[in-house]
T-cell receptor, first 116, second 110 residues
């Protein structure tokens, strides 16, 4: 059964600590995305990747880092430089936006990150 | 930069009433998608509109894409309690990313 798996579901970060959120997909999608959602808010783009070994900053990339070493995986690291990391983090994948036959974005179940 | 606004931010309706949310972009869009997010859940794709003036229906849901491809709307006829959630539009202007609207949170009172 194809889909996107995010882990962990809940994560707690201590001051000064880096934490990494996992995102794995078996949909054979080239594009992957990370979004941040704050309570009662919309989705803001953190990073996105159209192809392996390439990624681009979104609208709120400061304090975050990503890697795309495999097509299936797009982990997000929340660094200590991100001073307000408490939020709901959503990973998504799709065929790359901008193509004529765009496919929908498929989302994982999300990771809720909180500060200890 | 490109912005996508949605109105209203919140809407409370009695079950059986109609509901409409509007999406407006600061730039012309290549296409627009609509998503529904149930409370505590993740966004789930509903539909994509590509052509100017396009109208699509899914049972009680009607989606429209404006002639200028800068606005879109979602209309739900005779709401049910299962319609509760936040509805997002997401558009792209040909770049390799989607910009999500601010969302409209719908509550349906039984």
């Amino acid at each position: 059964d194809g889909g996107i798996t995010q882990s962990p579901k809940y994560l707690f970060r201590k001051e000064g600590q880096n934490v990494t959120l996992s995102c794995e997909q078996n949909l054979n999608h080239d594009a992957m995305y990370w979004y941040r959602q704050d309570p009662g808010q919309g989705l803001r783009l953190i990073y996105y990747s159209q192809i392996v070994n390439d990624f681009q900053k979104g609208d709120i990339a400061e304090g975050y880092s990503v890697s795309r070493e495999k097509k299936e995986s797009f982990p997000l690291t929340v660094t200590s430089a991100q001073k307000n990391p408490t939020a709901f983090y959503l990973c998504a994948s799709s065929t790359p936006a901008g193509q004529r036959n765009n496919q929908p974005q498929h989302f994982g179940d999300g990771t809720r990150l909180s500060i200890l | 930069g490109q912005q996508v606004m949605q109105i209203p931010q919140y809407q409370h309706v009695q079950e059986g009433e109609d509901f409409t949310t509007y999406c407006n972009s600061s730039t012309t869009l290549s296409n627009i998608q609509w998503y529904k997010q149930r409370p505590g859940g993740h966004p789930v794709f509903l539909i994509q509109l590509v052509k100017s003036g396009e109208v699509k229906k899914q049972k009680r849901l009607t989606f429209q894409f404006g002639e200028a491809k800068k606005n879109s709307s979602l209309h739900i006829t005779a709401t049910q309690t299962t319609d509760v959630g936040t509805y997002f539009c997401a558009g792209t202007s040909g770049t390799y990313k989607y910009i999500f609207g601010t969302g409209t949170r719908l509550k349906v009172l039984a």
